[in-house]
Structure formats: C-alpha cells, structure tokens
C-alpha cells in the first residue's frame, strides 16, 4: 500500500514537472518543418523547378548558402549550429563517422516540452541502423547520411529512435490528426531530394504533388516551412561554378501565415541562420558561438498569428486554471497551447510509465 501511494504521488510530482515547463508560443510560429534537397545550384533549381507557385505564396532567398560540400555535414550543422568535419559517409580513404555525440537543438527542444519528429520517404521505420534502404547501392532511397535524426548515437536502439523518426506516411496522418510537431524534418527520398542525375524529373511530380499538402499544412499547424538544398552542386575545389553559377549559392523558399508573401530576401543567410530563428523563435540558447550564435535569425518573419489570436479568443477564462498562468507576449497561453501542454512529453510519458511498472513492482 506503501508504495503504491509513493507511486502514485511520484507519478504526480513527475506530470506536474511536465506540466511547469511546458512550451511556450514562439515569436514567430508554433512549428517549423525542413525540407531538405540536395546538390542544386541557385540558377538550376530556379530554372527547373516549377516551385515558383510555393514561392509566390512565401519568400524566396536569392542569397542563401549551405556550409559544406560534404552534405552530412550541412544536415548536422543545421542539428547542432557548428561545422563538425569529422562527420562523414565514408570511403576508401576515409571511415565512416555518420555519429552525433554532442548536443543538438533536438535535446534543448525536447527538455522545454517541445515535440519533435523527421518524416523520412522510403525509410522502413523501426529505428533502422543500416546505411541505406534497400540495403543494396544499386536500389537505395533512403541513405542515412541525409537522414539527420538518425545519427544521433544515444537515440540508437531506443524508443525515441522508433518513435521520433518516422516515414513520410506518418507526416499525411499528423496533418489528418492536426498533430504536427513544433520541429520536424520533411526527407524525401534520393530521387525527390533531387540529388539522382535526373534530378528534376524525378522530383517535380513529386513537388506538385506534395507542395500543395504542404502550404495546407502550414497555415493549419501555424507552421514555418523551409524547403532548401543542403550544398550547391558546383564546387570551385573540384571544377568551377560557370554559367554564373555561385559555389554554394542555394535556392531557399520558406512559406506560412509568417512569411510575407511573393517577396525575396536578399540578406545573405546560411544553414545556420536555421537554427539561430529555431532557438530566437523559442528563447533558446545557441548550441556554438561560431555557428548559430554568430548568425542571423529570419528578421523578416511577421509576428505568431496565432499570438495574436489568443488576445481575441472568446475562451472563457478560469474554465482552465492553466490558461491564465500566463500573460506575457511572447508566452501567451490559449486554448491550444493548454491543450498542448496537459500532453505528457515523451520523457514525462516514459518516466511516467517507468514509475507504473516499479510501482507495480513494489505491489
Ligand atoms: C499559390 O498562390 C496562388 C495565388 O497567389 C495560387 O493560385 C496557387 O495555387 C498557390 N500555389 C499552391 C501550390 O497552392
Ligand atoms: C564549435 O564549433 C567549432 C567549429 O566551428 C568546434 O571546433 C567547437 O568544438 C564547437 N564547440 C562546441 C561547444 O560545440
Ligand atoms: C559510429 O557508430 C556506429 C554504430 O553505433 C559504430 O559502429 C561506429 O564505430 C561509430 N563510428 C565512429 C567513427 O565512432
Ligand atoms: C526574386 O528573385 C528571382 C530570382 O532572382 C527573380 O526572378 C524574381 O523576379 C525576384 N522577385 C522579386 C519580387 O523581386
Ligand atoms: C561570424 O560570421 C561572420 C560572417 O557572417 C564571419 O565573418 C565571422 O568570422 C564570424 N565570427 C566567428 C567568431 O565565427
Ligand atoms: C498582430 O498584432 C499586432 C498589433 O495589433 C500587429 O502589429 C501585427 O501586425 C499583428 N500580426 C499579425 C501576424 O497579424
């Protein structure tokens, strides 16, 4: 009886913790999903991809650059705000190393109660380790050197490696179930992702397809969406960037409630500048002073729509003792976010259960 009653007060004092640092409306948006292409030049995919639709509805930046011309790097760069040279898919020459072993923005994410998850095109699911699916070079569309959750080492083999890393699937049911998260990786496969020598044909069906999904998406989730391209294809070190072409210039659109529409940004940004509006949007801290702590957040973002909704909801107050703990811009409770927040986290849920079965132990 002891036990079961410290059970239960341990399992309260745990929601309760949960409940006290629950997330916060952001600056800018309540979510952000990445999209991330691969190895095209400004000029090309400009040429090529008939985006100009999405593009028309957000901003265009005419003068964004990825980091790295290996493009794992790129991916973590924008996962922990610092070029790590040592990350890389391997060769004759050179291991493999495709482990995160430090901390990224997904752990400051989820320990304020933020909810977090990559929707990966043709990835089996199931925390898959291996390096591509098929597990065969000549039949592959997922590799997971584009795959930036998976390689966080300490996720391997665990349930947050299952249930954070998702198939593309998952991202239609998540829009169905008005379930998005506030930070998620959109990863199409290797012949969406633009990066298979065909590069357009095979991803402009895909983009026409899926585009229309994504701009419905973003007004329905309050959500920021940024679709970019990891590195420029031409690299000065190899060959020269011709044609006009700029040696990591990337084609960068961003669309949602946020995001002025039919504009360009002509201000000079890079992956980083990512993480820097993830971490401005949320009051986070930059992850590395040279990285996302040197670089600019997106400063022509408009203000949260949905801040401004919450000064004009009409839900009644003292219905929800939770929703008049707050009242600060910036950290305005509503409706929603209460809702929210009474979701235990993952970790609440896990620790929550873990106290279940030792109580039940102890019984
Ligand atoms: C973007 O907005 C225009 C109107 O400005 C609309 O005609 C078009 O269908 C939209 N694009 C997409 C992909 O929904
Ligand atoms: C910050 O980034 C630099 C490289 O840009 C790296 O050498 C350093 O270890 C990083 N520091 C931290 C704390 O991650
Ligand atoms: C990276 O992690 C994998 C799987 O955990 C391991 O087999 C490999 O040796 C690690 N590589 C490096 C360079 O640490
Ligand atoms: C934005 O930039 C693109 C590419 O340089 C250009 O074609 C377009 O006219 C620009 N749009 C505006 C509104 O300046
Ligand atoms: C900060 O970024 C600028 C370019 O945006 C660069 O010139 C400068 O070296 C960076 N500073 C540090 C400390 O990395
Ligand atoms: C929110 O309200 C403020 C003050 O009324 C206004 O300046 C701002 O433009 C509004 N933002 C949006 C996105 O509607």
Known sequence: MVSVKFGLIALSIVLQSTLSQAKVKGKWFDSIGIIMSENEDFLVTMAQQPFIDLASNGTLATNYFGLSHVSEQNYVAILAGWLDSDIYRGDSGTPANLNITYPTILDQLLAQGYTVKQYTESYPGGCYLADMYPDDPNTALYYKRHSPFNMISKWRGTPLCESLIGTYDDFAADVANNNLPNYFWIIPNDLHNTHSADTFVDANPWTAAEGPKWLTAAKQADALFINTWDESRCDNNKY?????????????????????????????????????????????????????GNATAFDFLLSNPSLNASTTSSTPMGASGASASSSSAGSASTAKSSALAIKPTVFGATIAISLLSLSAIFL
């Not at 960037?241 to 659109?253: E, R």
């Not at 529409?261 to 992850?287: C, F, I, M």
């Open 240 to 292: 020269p960037c011709d044609g006009g072409k700029i040696d990591q210039l990337v084609a960068t659109i961003m669309w949602g409630p946020m995001v002025p529409k039919g504009q360009n940004t002509t201000k000079r940004w890079d992956h980083y500048s990512v993480a820097r509006t993830v971490e401005e949007n949320w009051g986070l801290t930059p992850l590395n002073s040279t990285g996302d």
